[in-house]
């Protein structure tokens, strides 16, 4: 008896300290030099330990190998469609601010159609267009799409498509299946296994919805849709691209832990922040890696890989360091081998740039911007500089 009172008394002693022990280490930390050693796993580097040195065997091999790691371990397998679902159109102004025309596009997320989960996106396509339109799609995000400068895009020649992203995947930990998470669960199923799609994976879904709907839209050139979404939704932008090869070029805005910013560095944001505060955006799988961040198979860098060789611009804050931009440059830097293998020059830089000084001439493209996070005008003036490159 005494030595089980001493065993219990033995046993929560050690556990008391192990708490203060991941409590002390994970206090928050915006110092660069307590960070800790690490090597980031090499993109190119196969599971049967082959090393990948051409694009076609990037393609065939590595890619879906690594695409797979990256959704079981981290954002988790979304459902394989066999078939496009269907959608509704509706023109809602064909002659908008007299030079536009806006639709309202109804997807439905289920073969049950207005009987299942169902998401809307606002589409605006200039009026005095030659032919199908590039567009930009954007993860919209209810009254803060306010700050997105649509009139710009227009001006410029693109069209602009706003996705109602929470309406069937809601952005809330304790009712984050409602609607389409828990539309595609067996009869019979209460909760995700452990491998199974978090939110940044549903609203990225829904974007590829809204690509397949592109297809058939005849104002819009389907093969020059650009994806961009801020802060969470950039997440969701990025994992939308390393997926969705339609997608032609992605821009990540402030995406930080979760998204362009590597998760070794555990700075700013971390993986056990974001694992406690957020777990519904991963899948389940992923809470192992709160403080194991070495252990991870993968980093952001490999996410940023994922959508090679498609642009990509990684764009940051000085002030965001919650999001770390440091850590999106290095990633950003971890990812080129992969366009290398294209022939495609990534940032094109060693050391990372200073504010308000953009690289972006390359395939990866990166600017810390002065201010904090958001977008900015100059992100903006940045996006439409290199999206003409690719999309005009
Ligand atoms: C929080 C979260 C970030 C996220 C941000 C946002 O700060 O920790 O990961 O990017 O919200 O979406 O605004």
């Known amino acids: 008896m005494k030595k089980a009172l001493y065993l219990l008394i033995v046993s929560f002693l050690t556990l008391t300290v192990q708490s203060q022990d991941i409590k002390k280490e994970w206090t928050r930390n915006y110092d660069e030099s307590k960070i800790p050693a690490y090597t980031l796993p090499d993109p190119l580097l196969c599971e049967n330990g082959h090393v990948v040195t051409s694009a076609e065997e990037w393609e065939k091999y590595r890619r879906p190998e690594l695409l797979d790691i990256v959704k079981t371990y981290m954002y988790?397998?979304?459902?394989?469609?066999e078939h496009p679902l269907e959608y509704k159109v509706e023109i809602v102004d064909a002659n908008f601010q007299g030079k536009y025309t806006k639709k309202n596009i109804t997807l439905y997320l289920t073969d049950k159609n207005e009987a299942g989960p169902l998401t809307h996106a606002e589409l605006v396509i200039p009026n005095n267009a030659k032919g199908p339109?590039?567009?930009?799609?954007?993860?919209?995000?209810?009254?803060?799409?306010?700050?997105?400068?649509?009139?710009?895009?227009?001006e410029h020649g693109y069209g602009v498509a706003i996705l109602n992203t929470f309406e069937a995947a809601p952005d809330r930990k304790e009712s984050f299946t409602d609607g389409l998470i828990s539309a595609y669960y067996n009869d019979k199923q209460v909760y995700r296994r452990p491998n199974e799609w978090g939110s940044?994976?549903?609203?990225?879904?829904?974007?590829?919805?809204?690509?397949?709907?592109?297809?058939?839209d005849a104002q819009v050139d389907?093969?020059?849709?650009?994806?961009?979404?801020?802060?969470?939704?950039?997440?969701?932008?990025?994992w939308a691209a390393a997926q969705d090869r339609r997608f032609a070029v992605v821009f990540p805005v402030n995406s930080g832990c979760g998204?362009?910013?590597?998760?070794?560095?555990?700075?700013?944001?971390?993986?056990?922040?974001?694992?406690?505060?957020?777990?519904?955006?991963?899948?389940?799988?992923?809470?192992?890696?709160?403080?194991?961040?070495?252990?991870?198979?993968?980093?952001?860098?490999?996410?940023?890989?994922?959508?090679?060789?498609r642009p990509i611009y990684l764009a940051t804050a000085v002030e965001d360091t919650w999001g770390d931009p440091k850590g999106e440059f290095l990633a950003g830097k971890g990812a080129e081998?992969?366009?290398?293998?294209?022939?495609l020059a990534g940032i094109g830089c060693e050391d990372q740039p200073t504010v308000d000084?953009?690289?972006?001439?390359?395939?990866?493209?990166?600017?810390?911007?002065?201010?904090?996070?958001?977008?900015?005008?100059?992100?903006?003036?940045q996006f439409i500089k290199f999206a003409d490159r690719f999309l005009k």
Not at 76 to 81: S, W
Not at 138 to 154: E, R
Not at 337 to 342: G, I, K, Q
Not at 357 to 371: E, Q
């Open 76 to 81: 988790g397998h979304a459902p394989v469609l």
């Open 133 to 154: 339109v590039p567009l930009f799609m954007i993860f919209g995000w209810g009254f803060m799409n306010q700050m997105y400068p649509s009139d710009l895009f227009l």
């Open 200 to 216: 940044l994976a549903a609203w990225a879904w829904e974007a590829s919805r809204l690509m397949d709907y592109f297809q058939n």
């Open 222 to 238: 389907a093969k020059k849709v650009a994806v961009l979404g801020i802060s969470r939704l950039g997440k969701a932008a990025l």
């Open 259 to 309: 998204g362009g910013a590597l998760s070794r560095r555990m700075i700013g944001e971390t993986v056990w922040s974001m694992n406690n505060e957020f777990p519904h955006w991963t899948c389940d799988n992923f809470q192992q890696f709160s403080l194991r961040e070495q252990y991870m198979p993968f980093d952001q860098h490999s996410v940023i890989a994922l959508c090679a060789p």
């Open 337 to 343: 081998p992969v366009y290398a293998l294209y022939g």
């Open 357 to 381: 000084n953009a690289m972006d001439k390359g395939y990866i493209a990166y600017h810390v911007r002065s201010g904090g996070h958001g977008a900015m005008p100059y992100d903006w003036n």
